[in-house]
């Protein structure tokens, strides 16, 4: 398949949804169709609504604080009725060793934040296969589909959205540590 841009705008959840979603993000993702990701506060998980791709849903036992989707070993990440295993060197310093590793049945991607501040997801064999631009919640999120990339790809580069990804970098993990410090009384540096 040839690659795609596509863009992801947060909308306002309808009345009845709104003690219940924390965020609602919708585009149309090319030849996928609408897309749709959803995180809800309480369970707190994000799903993804989508025709043409996998379903699939992420979300933590314990998730702190209302918001992103917090990531360590316990966050459970569902693609197409596959669990994922997830990983992180939370002790690297170079942003190959900070990305998240991800193991997905027989695939094995690392999704890490570049220097541009992009978002990139990257499959084993293959290589980079999606990258996410632009600020997050505040307005429109472009979404980069390169050609390698299969639907799979797709729906779990549109879950890792709902992530909660400043760990990816050494500055947003000293902030998160001095932050979960003062947010829960613990430290989890």
């Not at 589909?145 to 299969?150: E, F, I, M, N």
């Amino acid at each position: 398949m040839s690659g795609f841009t596509f863009e992801l705008v947060p909308q306002k959840p309808s009345r009845s949804e709104r003690k219940t979603t924390f965020l609602l993000l919708t585009g149309t993702a090319g030849p996928y169709g609408e897309v749709s990701l959803k995180i809800t506060t309480y369970p707190e998980e994000a799903t993804l609504l989508a025709e043409g791709l996998p379903d699939g849903s992420i979300s933590h036992p314990d998730n702190p604080v209302e918001g992103l989707i917090a990531v360590d070993v316990r966050t459970r990440l569902a693609v197409g009725g596959v669990t994922a295993t997830v990983t992180q060197n939370r002790r690297a310093l170079r942003k190959e060793g900070r990305g998240l590793g991800i193991s997905l049945g027989d695939r094995r991607y690392t999704y890490l934040r570049l220097d541009s501040g992009e978002e990139e997801l990257r499959d084993s064999e293959r290589g980079a296969v999606t990258r996410r631009r632009g600020p997050f919640r505040e307005s429109r999120t472009v979404m980069v589909v390169l050609p390698p990339a299969d639907g799979t790809d797709l729906a779990l580069a549109m879950l890792l959205l709902a992530a909660d990804t400043t760990q990816l970098t050494v500055p947003g993990m000293i902030v998160s540590g001095i932050m979960s410090v003062f947010n829960n009384g613990q430290g989890n540096m």
